[in-house]
Each structure stands twice: as structure tokens, then as C-alpha cells.
């Protein structure tokens, strides 16, 4: 059959590349090209175009979030976790970040032929155990094969469906000059466990990941606070990407004070050693909370009260000055541009 | 890091097997088995024990189902569609297989390094129209890419909510003894076209595919009938399997009447060729329906009216003798068993 592919016209080149690169996956300025200049046209829907990690609409008189994550991390286990506990935490916590809990997963497994069915029960078995512990059940699934040679062991999809509280409002577009930038803590951790055991480049180092469900930590935040503004969790491109994503969606400025990042001394050490910055590596177990001045305290009370935010720190600001840009003050008073990176720094960590 | 797989005990072999092998990705016995040994043990909870094509809960008041799937269909583009429309007509089918509508559509991308961006963007456009035609929404999506060597060019997994109208129950446990088994239309149309351009034993032949989209069929037909017992669409495996995975849910004997079962003559010497039963071969918009012999006549005139139903044709019958056993009647008189497949007959077809 003759396939005319001249139908469909690009409306590329993304940086002169007329086929897929690494870049394309990194969550940077090249993945943001290809979902606005390549999706979006395609897909566009009022719901979609909110392009926050999941999408809030009414059905049935239900007001549900909906989100997916697909997960090609390798190796697929790491120090800390495996790629079966990423398929449930990355789902839950950007369910999280609507403020909605997760109720119900849905679970897709594509396998390459050859694959051990031991790591497959492993990882099937971690899956398990992460949603017992982020309190969701997996409620659908389906498995394909593909031959050898056309996938890496196991990638995994996983969606999922929760309620967002009533009142409760939380999406980029609503981070305001003057209000406070929280972290829920250390940061980079993620992005530096999976480089720890890649081939080629191992390095000795004791950083584990910090995957974790972020539902609790927020309902905690909810408790104290149902208008938080802004929540997102800090996964590909690190905090520097989110704050840049919030920034531009927000038309805000973002002031980071540099001294007030939680970067724990092995990933400072590993960053210099990769040549990266913290700022730019995945978390897998943090989130980044933009809310009022006025319940700045009584959030971040919360969050250090909690397990996984007890070393939450306020790491900044919104300002009138300078919108759609993040910047970082030094100690010496000097201020530095924190841009969207362009393509891509650490490839599949999620 | 050294790794434990010791914890983890494969309640397995699988017909001896300890690896991925193609079979366990053909919707036979040998996907039964891995989904019963290894992932229900891992995810076991009481939503997923239906094994049904979608999960059917209550949330936030409303009564959803929710379903997902993967596709790696090769080649990527078809007679009659691409991995795009299946995408979007595959999950779309799985909930109206619940007697659901659905509303929403997640979609995540694996995407290999080097794939086109053309190609990537012609599917967009296929999964966007698709939808479109559908009447659902795509309402969340992530993107993911894999170094060249670990993909084929393509995946897209989808997950759909959907609304399950009141007083509406659509299982297969509900087949009972002396219910009427409909097919929509003509069978195995799907599975052939993807074979005949198929790379290497490629056969020169008119079939297109029948992917579409059944949930406005499903509707009309609960216009007439809101009790209608099972529905299924005979994607993997085809017919043959579908009826046996409803034969055993139910504890119910099916038997087909051979004469009727509406075989394109295309498909038919398609089959003859590759050795293969058009029993087993793949629908992508075809669906089964089994219903109370006093509603069977009404349902039957509602899908002929309608353009997806056109040919729909009464095929067998539930009965108590041999459960969980599906037989065709010659005819000649004879009886043959039709079993379900024990590993792959055509792999990637979806």
C-alpha cells in the first residue's frame, strides 16, 4: 500500500531535527516544542490545553483528575526503588498536584521477548506494594510483547483517576507576585541514584532515590490550607523546569535564593563530578509549593511535620520583575538567569 | 548495587518457560497464565479480580469505568488506519464493552530515537481525528523517548473513564444458558489486513481493516435493550478466544452454528493461505453480544440499523451442557471444540 505522507505537513523543524532525538524526551524546551507545535494542533481540546501534569473536568457529577505517566527508566532497578515503584508514585503524585488523591490506576506493561519473568514478577510485585502504600488500587491492566531488540526488558504506562476536594484550586496560572516558593526538601536525589548505577558511568556514591507517594504530604498541606496555588512535582528537568513551566504559564517572575537550596552534599559532590546542577535533576519524591504569604508558615509547619517534608525549606519568591524568568541570588548579591534547558541532561530517569 | 531477585519467587514456570516468549502477548492461555500467576498476585485487590476488558467503581458519586491499553501494532500504518486510530477506537471499544461511554482519553507516546518526526506527526493526526469521530476528549498525555534499538518507532498506550449509565450491567458472568450469541458484522477482517503488509509475507489482498469506534453501536443497542448480559470485542485471539473467556466466567457451554458465521470471502482465502482459523483472527470493530432470547430480536434489528452493524448476524447460543466450553456445529451435524489458543498466532497485531 502506498502511504502518502505528504498529507500531513510538519510544522517543524524543531531546532532543524526532522526526526525524534533524546532531546525530545527530556521534559525541556524541545519536549515543550513538540507537544505545542506537534500535539497540541492535533489533539486540541479546551482540557488538554491546560497542559498542567493532570487534567481536572467534571463527569458524573464527580469533579476528577486524570493523569498518565509512561516509565522507561533504566536500569529498571536502582538504589531505592524500581521502575515499578515510579509507575505508581509518578502517577499518584501528579494526581497530587491537583490536589486530588488517587483512587484508581491503570496499569500497562509492554515486555520485550527474552525478558527474565523473574524481573518481571519483581517488578509486578513492587508495583503491588507501592500502590498498598500510596493507598490506590490498580484496577485495569493490560500487557503486550514485543520482540527482542524493540524494547528495553519492561517499559511501563500507568493512569490514573482521583477526586480534587471541593474549593480547591491549584494550577500554575495562579502563582501571584509576592508569593512564597516552598520545597518539601532535598533535591536532585533522584537524578543522581539513577546515574549512581548506569553503565558506563557508575560511580561510587551513597545517594538513594527519593521516590514516594506525595498524596499524603499534601493532604496534610490541604488540611491547614485549601488554597494552596501552585503544587508541582519536580520529576524530568528538575526545579529549575518546573519553577520555568509555572513561571511562563503564571506570567510571573521566580526568585530563587541560592543559599536556601537543600542540596545534600552527595549530590553536591556528584553534580561536580557529572558536571550538572542540582537544579536541573529529577526528583521523584518532592514537590514544589507556590502559596500566599500569609500561609507561607502554616504550610511549611505542615510539611515539616509530615515524613516526607521534614526538611521543607522556603527557597524564594514570585515577583512582578522580569515575568516567565527564574533567577537565582547568590550569597555575594549577584543574580543569575535559570533558563529551561533545551534538550536533554540525564536521559530516562523515569 | 547488587541485586536480590532471590526474594522474589516465580510461582511460575510457565509451560516451562522462565522468560518473555511472543505467546505471552497473544491474549491466549499463555496470557491468561501471566496475568493469574504473576500480576494477580501482585496487584490483588477485588476491582481487578473481574479480569473484564474495564474496571467499573463508583467515585465521587459518579459510576465510571476505566480501562487501558497498549499499542504496538506493526506496521505502524495499514489499509484502513494506523497505531493512532487503534489507539483511540481500542480503549473506546474496551468501555463501551462496559456499556460505558467514554468521555476522556489519556495517551502517552513511547517514542525511538530517530522515527521521523513526519510519521510521529501523521499519527497525532490519526489519534487526534480519531477521537474526534469518537465524540471523546484527550485530556492529559506524556511523551517519552527510548534510545534507538529499544522501540519501533512508536508505542502509544491510551486509558479512558467513561460513564456506565444507570441500571446498566455488562459482565461476563451474566451469560447464561439458553442466551443468544450476536456478532456486529463480518470477522477476522482486522488481523488479515495487518498480514497482508506485513513486512516479509506480504500477500497481495482487498481487505481493510474494520477499526471503529462501537460505542455509538453500543448505544443504540441500549436504546432497546438495557439488559443486555456481556458484550466483548474479539480484538487478541479473536471470536474463538472472546467466547471462551466468557464460557469460563460464566460456566456456561457456547455453540456456534458453523453456516453462520459471516466470513468475508477475502478473509476466508487469506486464512486458507496462512494456515490460520478466522475464529482466531483479530477484530478491531467488531463486538459480541449476548443476550436473553426474548431481547434477541430487538437487538439484533437495532445494530442492523446501524452502519457499524450492518451485517450483524445470530451465530450460536448459550447452553448448559459442557461449561466453559466453546463448540461449532458443522454442517454436517458434527461437533468440533474450539479452544483457546495457546500462544501467538499473529503477534503485534494491535
Chains 1, 2 share one sequence.
Not at 77 to 98: K, Q, R, Y
Not at 303 to 331: F, N
Amino acid at each position: 500500500m502506498a502511504l502518502n505522507f505528504e498529507e500531513w505537513v510538519c510544522p517543524l523543524p524543531l531546532r532543524d531535527h526532522t526526526t525524534i532525538v533524546m532531546g525530545h524526551g527530556g521534559g525541556g524546551q524541545m519536549s515543550g516544542e513538540l507537544v505545542e507545535h506537534l500535539f497540541m494542533p492535533a489533539f486540541a481540546n479546551p482540557v488538554l490545553g491546560g497542559l498542567t501534569d493532570s487534567a481536572v473536568f467534571q463527569l458524573g457529577g464527580a469533579r476528577l483528575a486524570f493523569s498518565t505517566d509512561s516509565f522507561v527508566v533504566q536500569p529498571l532497578f536502582f538504589p531505592g526503588g524500581s521502575i515499578g515503584d515510579l509507575a505508581v508514585n509518578g502517577t499518584v503524585n501528579d494526581l497530587a498536584m491537583s490536589g486530588a488523591q488517587a483512587a484508581y490506576l491503570s496499569c500497562g506493561f509492554i515486555l520485550e521477548e527474552g525478558v527474565e519473568l523473574s524481573v518481571v514478577g519483581r517488578i509486578a510485585t513492587d508495583l503491588g506494594a507501592a500502590a498498598q502504600r500510596a493507598g490506590v488500587t490498580i484496577a485495569t491492566g493490560d500487557t503486550k510483547v514485543v520482540d527482542a531488540g524493540h524494547g528495553d526488558g519492561v517499559y511501563i504506562n500507568t493512569a490514573g483517576v482521583g477526586l480534587v476536594p471541593a474549593g480547591v484550586d491549584i494550577r500554575p496560572q495562579r502563582a501571584a507576585p509576592g508569593d512564597v516558593v516552598i520545597v518539601s526538601g532535598q533535591i536532585g536525589v533522584h537524578g543522581i541514584a539513577i546515574m549512581s548505577v548506569r553503565d558506563g558511568i557508575s560511580f561510587g556514591t551513597e545517594v538513594v532515590s527519593d521516590c514516594a507517594p506525595l498524596n499524603g504530604l499534601v493532604a496534610a498541606m490541604l488540611d491547614v490550607c485549601t488554597d494552596l496555588h501552585v503544587l508541582r512535582d519536580p520529576t524530568r528537568g528538575g526545579v529549575a523546569t518546573s519553577l520555568n513551566e509555572i513561571a511562563k504559564s503564571a506570567g510571573v517572575g521566580v526568585e530563587l535564593i541560592e543559599s536556601t537550596l537543600p542540596v545534600p552534599e552527595t549530590v553536591a559532590n556528584a553534580c561536580s563530578f557529572l558536571g550538572l546542577d542540582p537544579l536541573y535533576v529529577a526528583n521523584e519524591g518532592k514537590l514544589l509549593a507556590i502559596v500566599a504569604p500569609d500561609d507561607a508558615e502554616e504550610v511549611l509547619a505542615a510539611m515539616q511535620a509530615h515524613p516526607l517534608g521534614a526538611d521543607a525549606a522556603i527557597i524564594g519568591s514570585c515577583v512582578e520583575a522580569h515575568p516567565g524568568m527564574v533567577v537565582t541570588k547568590t550569597a555575594f548579591g549577584a543574580t543569575r538567569v535559570v533558563d529551561t534547558p533545551i534538550g536533554e541532561q540525564l536521559p530516562r530517569i523515569c
